[in-house]
């Protein structure tokens, strides 16, 4: 069963999650996706502010994936990894696109693009998730990391418009969910980790106020981060930042 999109393109509004939200909750389809040129109250993870100016991607889309609500942590990694094959192709073959826990895209070690999951339960299952992206295209915002328009690669200035990046997108997600619905988790895992940031690396986790250290041993099959602590032992970290060591 593949996806089948529904775009409702906006000028400017506060947040397309928002607006995917109350979708959701009217019960609109899978596949709906609320796009904005511009947002004004862009939301990023950890209650911080997505900047959000005309030129870059900005979109929130509905799920009903089938599962329990402890596999959403497969589902951003699905999705982390369906942004990265994106970003792939839309830059120079001598980029280096990763993917940093959870779902952060990163181009030479700065983000270019960020994902946002937001999700209401029914019992123990999922009844909807948003699925909120931001991709910088044209710029990111001063001091926040790249774009892609500063790694043109294959095809110039035609591969990095909005609706090639869009449809490329939304390609790539509609696949590896497909694939996840079929053949589950497995292999999606393997891919992601393939292509992750700081892997066997010594990293600092922030969970709230607390800092953990530790290498970054891989990511379990509910898609949570695994640290191998000083002990050798292995902690299972199920939502935090990941730093390298040496970073703030
Ligand atoms: C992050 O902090 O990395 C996640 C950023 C998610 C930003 C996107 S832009 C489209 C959607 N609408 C929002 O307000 N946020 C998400």
Redesign the pocket.
């Known amino acids: 069963m593949t996806i089948s999109w529904t775009i409702e393109m906006h000028d400017s509004i506060p947040?397309?999650?928002d607006i995917a939200k109350g979708h959701a909750r009217l019960g609109r389809m899978e596949g709906t996706v609320v796009q904005a040129r511009e947002?004004t109250?862009?939301?990023?993870?950890h209650g911080?502010q997505?900047v959000?100016k005309p030129g870059n991607l900005?979109?929130?889309f509905i799920l009903n994936p089938p599962c329990a609500a402890m596999q959403i942590g497969q589902i951003s990694v699905l999705i982390g990894l369906a942004l990265a094959f994106t970003v792939r192709q839309c830059v120079a073959e001598d980029a280096r696109v990763r993917i940093k826990w959870p779902n952060?895209v990163m181009i030479n070690d700065e983000k270019c693009a960020?994902?946002?999951l937001e999700s209401e339960l029914s019992g123990p299952n999922i009844r909807w998730v948003i699925v909120?992206?931001?991709v910088n295209i044209a710029a990111a915002p001063p001091g926040l990391g790249t774009s892609l328009s500063l790694h043109p690669g294959r095809g110039g200035k035609s591969v990095l418009a909005l609706e090639f990046v869009r449809r490329t997108l939304l390609g790539h997600i509609g696949a590896l969910y497909e694939e996840w619905l079929r053949s589950g988790f497995a292999n999606i895992r393997q891919e992601w980790l393939r292509q992750s940031h700081l892997r066997g690396e010594p990293v600092r986790i922030k969970i709230g106020p607390q800092i953990e250290e530790g290498i970054f041993y891989g990511i379990d099959d509910m898609g949570n981060l695994q640290i191998q602590d000083k002990n050798l032992r292995l902690r299972v970290v199920t939502a935090g930042e990941i730093y390298g060591q040496g970073a703030t």
Do not use: M
Not at 41 to 45: P, T, V
């Open positions: 947040s397309t999650q947002q109250a862009g939301k990023g993870r911080r997505w959000s900005f979109l929130s952060d960020g994902i946002l909120g992206i931001g």
